[in-house]
T-cell receptor, first 114, second 112 residues
Framework: DQQVKQNSPSLSVQEGRISILNCDYT??????FLWYKKYPAEGPTFLIS?????DKNEDGRFTVFLNKSAKHLSLHIVPSQPGDSAVYFC?????????????FGKGTKLTVNP | NAGVMQNPRHLVRRRGQEARLRCSPM?????VYWYRQLPEEGLKFMVY????????ESGMPKERFSAEFPKEGPSILRIQQVVRGDSAAYFC??????????FGPGTRLTVT
């Protein structure tokens, strides 16, 4: 029972273009969403988060959009750079439920080609 | 401000031995989480601790696994009588308020 789904295992984008990574969730109790970036043999690095009371959060080249009715969020990276090549994980938590554990998707491997 | 520290980075154990994984949270963080990542999978929650308390252990296997976060010193994830299926990357994360969690570099456990 996968509560957080990243249906694209991989994505390839040209440098300078927009990267769009998608994530769907099934648990309506989730109220906080995060994106992490991970390089091989390293721990995940926090990128950006969004609370369920918002529909957009922006930080530099990274923007996260949340569509609660569709239970869908996306991460936009613009412009994409070769250094952005990594695995991106979407994660969700139901803090209102009293536990702050994160539920992760399986990740999307982004390759940005020079 | 040092990040989350984990040691060892790599650990090799024979079947039946014990594995101890250590995690020092970021300074000022009192919430610690342990996650496990199997190959080609996302991270799976194991346990959430605050100082001297286990808050949520719903992701911990019922047997052989235990975790603690004592008043002094690092958090410890202990796996007794390891089996090959325990081979994975184990990540520790910490947070101040329970929102953004910051991860350590992980411990890669190999059971031979």
């Amino acid at each position: 029972d996968q509560q957080v789904k990243q249906n694209s295992p991989s994505l390839s984008v040209q440098e300078g273009r927009i990267s769009i990574l998608n994530c769907d969730y099934t648990n309506s109790m989730f109220d906080y969403f995060l994106w992490y970036k991970k390089y091989p043999a390293e721990g995940p690095t926090f990128l950006i988060s969004i609370s369920s009371i918002k529909d957009k959060n922006e930080d530099g080249r990274f923007t996260v959009f949340l569509n609660k009715s569709a239970k869908h969020l996306s991460l936009h990276i613009v412009p994409s750079q070769p250094g952005d090549s990594a695995v991106y994980f979407c994660a969700a938590s139901a803090a209102q439920g009293g536990s702050e554990k994160l539920v992760f998707g399986k990740g999307t491997k982004l390759t940005v080609n020079p | 401000n040092a990040g989350v520290m984990q040691n060892p980075r790599h650990l090799v154990r024979r079947r039946g031995q014990e594995a101890r994984l250590r995690c020092s949270p970021m300074k000022g963080h009192s919430h610690v989480y342990w996650y496990r990542q199997l190959p080609e999978e996302g991270l799976k929650f194991m346990v959430y601790l605050q100082k001297e308390n286990i808050i949520d252990e719903s992701g911990m296997p019922k047997e052989r696994f235990s975790a603690e976060f004592p008043k002094e010193g690092p958090s410890i994830l202990r796996i007794q009588q390891v089996v090959r299926g325990d081979s994975a990357a184990y990540f520790c994360a910490s947070s101040r308020t329970g929102d953004e969690q910051y991860f350590g570099p992980g411990t890669r456990l190999t059971v031979t």
